[in-house]
Nanobody, 123 residues
Framework: VQLQASGGGLVQTGGSLRLSCAAS????????MGWFRQTPGKERDFVAA????????YYADSVKGRFTISRDNAKNTVYLRMNSLRPEDTAVYYC?????????????????WGQGTLVTVSS
């Protein structure tokens, strides 16, 4: 599966953005999906994940209550709604897909990756 992330940009502290990740292929609905983020010189960190059906979600503590992951299997797209953004949310955000059926939080658990979209939160 090929993934294309979009929706990043520059936003002020407290603002909102919605990231999208469009997937190619007819088997999107069989993949669990995740969002990760990375800043220069640091490891890629888990942000949120959603099961293949959308019935289960999981969030990093740092974004819980502010970010919402969702998916539309008819559109082959996963979303990340980000509210109450903070400067520390600034990063390149990546979407990823895995063929397993358990929520996973490690980058090595994911099989496919998008190219990343930059989110910058100004103070």
């Amino acid at each position: 599966v090929q993934l294309q992330a979009s929706g990043g940009g520059l936003v002020q502290t407290g603002g909102s953005l919605r990231l999208s990740c469009a997937a190619s292929g007819r088997t999107f609905s069989s993949y669990d999906m995740g969002w990760f983020r990375q800043t220069p010189g640091k490891e890629r960190d888990f942000v949120a994940a959603i099961s293949w059906s959308g019935g289960s979600t999981y969030y990093a503590d740092s974004v819980k209550g502010r970010f919402t992951i969702s998916r539309d299997n008819a559109k082959n797209t996963v979303y990340l709604r980000m509210n109450s953004l903070r400067p520390e949310d600034t990063a390149v955000y990546y979407c990823a897909a895995r063929s397993g059926h358990l929520i996973a939080t490690m980058p090595t658990d994911y099989d496919y990756w998008g190219q990343g979209t930059l989110v910058t939160v100004s103070s």
